[in-house]
């Protein structure tokens, strides 16, 4: 089997070090790499001198694969694959991308050399700023093109001077990391609408069912310990179902952020590329395979987009149930402050909806027909962070309607109407989130 050394650690310690941004850390948890690398650095130079065709080592790529290559061609090879249009990207995310690659080739099996991984991390530490490249155009998981704009940022001048070691290049540009460190890049803004929308659940659904069912790991409780019932709801029929039962929209919260998590997560304790090396105490050997890639990332994508759009319809419907009760108790004109809310929140929900239903592309006929299957992780990755600004305008409209009930003293009206207290709502909030986002 292929060395994965990155499940000698803790992956799940990765990622909570990649988000915090504690660079020291970081390379604590990937300390050791050198020796590991430098040992298998060996094996590959050794397989290569017998004389054996490896691609991206000996060979040029794709369809080209039958040309032979020497280390200067590498070259070469970078500059045909700078193809534009080119924009920024900030800081944050490109980050996120560069440690999601030094995560995967400190797993092993690239081949990469030690003193090429050294010069990656220390330019990774150091760097400050935006990054230049085509980082959108990739129907894939931004293998090759979006990595060959990842190394003329990191270590262009490097690869310029043809200092480049055999085989650098490929171990550099192939693999999903570009993908995976996208959506690293979005945890925290999905975090953020996830931890909102909860709070907007704790004040408008009823969590009753929440402690009932028990599905959600908080601890056995009642909804008479919590002193709650029907939250805002003031109607004598049955609630809505958005109101009545805060428990779908909280096991949909949770399970999309675990899931989402544990493939990144999947992504960062693998080695990814090709080719990647196969090291026994008898021979090393190549092997040819497709761990670019990243359907299990994609598939997670889809999913968490069709998530943000479900908790967003929510919120769209608390926008409204909110407005209706405020606007029923006030006078005048004050009732023009929650007329328009929920018609620009039904616009909002529009597009959220509609970016879901984008057309997919499974096949394709690039190079010569040598890559016909694609999984569009990058582009789900950037829909999923569209998705997520869309769903927080969503709250900030919610929290716009709050600040005008409170400012109109309709807010706590409602509260004293409905038997509700600040610190239950809270109690609630911080319990949903304890059990539906843990680090």
């Not at 094996?43 to 991206?56: D, I, M």
């Not at 056995?220 to 004598?236: H, I, M, V």
Request: glycine share 8%.
């Amino acid at each position: 089997m292929i060395n994965n050394y990155a499940r000698e650690s803790n992956d799940r310690d990765l990622i909570s070090l990649l988000l915090r941004g504690n660079e020291v850390d970081i390379f604590e948890a990937l300390s050791g790499v050198s020796e590991k690398l430098s040992s298998q650095r060996r094996c590959v130079q050794g397989y290569l001198e017998s004389g054996e065709k490896v691609y991206g080592f000996s060979t040029l790529l794709g369809h080209l694969d039958y040309i032979s290559s020497v280390a200067e061609s590498q070259t070469d090879l970078f500059e045909g694959h700078l193809v534009g249009p080119t924009s920024e990207i900030d800081e944050f995310r490109f980050k996120m991308i560069s440690y999601a690659k030094l995560a995967q080739l400190a797993n092993g099996s690239s081949g990469i050399s030690p003193t090429t991984f050294r010069e990656l991390s220390r330019r990774t530490a150091a760097w400050r700023g935006p990054a230049v490249g085509n980082w959108h155009g990739s129907y894939s998981s931004g293998d090759v093109v979006q990595g060959a704009w990842w190394v003329k940022n990191i270590i262009g001048d490097v690869v310029d001077q043809r200092k480049l070691p055999a085989g650098d290049l490929i171990a550099m540009i192939n693999g999903n990391f570009v993908s995976t460190g996208t959506v690293i890049s979005l945890i925290p803004k999905l975090q953020e609408f996830f931890s909102r929308a909860i709070e907007i659940v704790a004040l408008m659904s009823d969590s009753g069912t929440f402690w009932f069912q028990g599905s959600i790991d908080v601890g056995a409780r009642s909804s008479n310990e919590t002193g709650r019932k029907s939250a805002l709801w003031l109607a004598d029929t049955q609630p809505p179902v958005s109101l009545r039962d805060s428990c779908p929209v909280l096991e949909l919260i949770k399970n999309t952020w675990s899931r989402l998590l544990g493939a990144v997560r999947s992504n960062l304790s693998s080695a990814s590329g090709n080719p990647l090396f196969e090291f026994q105490e008898e021979a090393t050997r190549a092997i040819n395979q497709s761990s670019f890639l990243n359907f299990g990332l994609s598939q997670e994508l889809l999913l968490a987009v069709d998530s943000v759009s479900r908790v967003g319809a929510y919120v769209q419907r608390y926008i409204e149930h909110f407005c209706s009760m405020a606007s029923s108790r006030v006078e005048g004109t004050d009732k023009i402050r929650f007329v328009q809310p929920p018609k620009v929140a039904t616009g909002i929900l529009t597009r959220l909806s509609a970016g879901y239903a984008q057309a997919t592309i499974p096949t394709l006929s690039e190079s010569l027909g040598i890559e016909d299957i694609c999984d569009e992780s990058l582009r789900r990755a950037e829909l999923l962070g569209t998705s997520v600004g869309l769903a927080l305008e969503l709250v900030d409209i919610f929290d716009s309607c709050l600040a005008a009930a409170q400012e109109l003293d309709v807010y706590s009206q409602l509260c004293q109407e409905s038997g509700i207290e600040p610190w239950q709502v809270q109690f609630f909030s911080d319990s949903a989130k304890a059990s539906c986002l843990p680090e």
